[in-house]
T-cell receptor
Framework: DVKVTQSSRYLVKRTGEKVFLECVQD?????MFWYRQDPGLGLRLIYF???????EKGDIPEGYSVSREKKERFSLILESASTNQTSMYLC????????????FGSGTRLTVV | DQQVKQNSPSLSVQEGRISILNCDYT??????FLWYKKYPAEGPTFLIS?????DKNEDGRFTVFLNKSAKHLSLHIVPSQPGDSAVYFC?????????????FGTGTRLTIIP
């Protein structure tokens, strides 16, 4: 069964901490994405990557960075966590071509206190 | 600037009846549309899609309709079942040689009443 795995289901971090959210896919997909989901705002794209060591900003990249050193792993980094980054974070991957859509992980619920 | 909009945050439908979820978009460059379903504490899962060259696509109980002139798509679920209770997101993309990224709507919470 193909999978996108996010390392943590729930995280609680303090304001100002550096936070790493990890995502691994086993489908040999080229494309990987980080979204956040907030009530009333839907899913908003933070960053995406079409290849190893490549990254592009999405719609809301401020306060975030990413790393993709290997094809299967895409990490989201909160440089200095703030309370407005409390959210559900969803990682996804795709083989390219909208017909196939994305495969999502189960999400990480991050609370910044 | 919300390019994909779902104006109904919630919808309740009796079991066995038809559920109709609506989605509007503003970007005329979108050429592919998808619906995702999301249960609590799980990631969204792909449900059905449609290319802009079509106006209808069916898959079992699910049918998506696309009206390009109105920039509107809808998802019909017939008959609705309790397991259909979830949040539904529509999404759209512009063809980009395999490097497409999806723009999602705000979601509609569907509740099926037994």
């Amino acid at each position: 069964d193909v999978k996108v795995t996010q390392s943590s289901r729930y995280l609680v971090k303090r304001t100002g901490e550096k936070v790493f959210l990890e995502c691994v896919q086993d489908m040999d997909h080229e494309n990987m994405f980080w979204y956040r989901q907030d009530p009333g705002l839907g899913l908003r794209l933070i960053y995406f990557s079409y290849d190893v060591k490549m990254k592009e900003k999405g719609d809301i990249p401020e306060g975030y960075s990413v790393s993709r050193e290997k094809k299967e792993r895409f990490s989201l980094i909160l440089e200095s966590a703030s309370t407005n980054q409390t959210s559900m974070y969803l990682c996804a991957s795709s083989s390219g071509g909208s017909y196939y859509g994305y495969t999502f992980g189960s999400g990480t619920r991050l609370t910044v206190v | 600037d919300q390019q994909v909009k779902q104006n109904s945050p919630s919808l309740s439908v009796q079991e066995g009846r038809i559920s109709i979820l609506n989605c509007d978009y503003t970007n005329s460059m979108f050429d592919y549309f998808l619906w995702y379903k999301k249960y609590p504490a799980e990631g969204p899962t792909f449900l059905i899609s449609i290319s802009s060259i079509k106006d209808k696509n069916e898959d079992g109980r699910f049918t998506v309709f696309l009206n390009k002139s109105a920039k509107h798509l809808s998802l019909h679920i017939v008959p609705s079942q309790p397991g259909d209770s979830a949040v539904y997101f529509c999404a759209a993309s512009v063809a980009n040689f395999g490097n497409e990224k999806l723009t999602f709507g705000t979601g509609t919470r569907l509740t099926i009443i037994p």
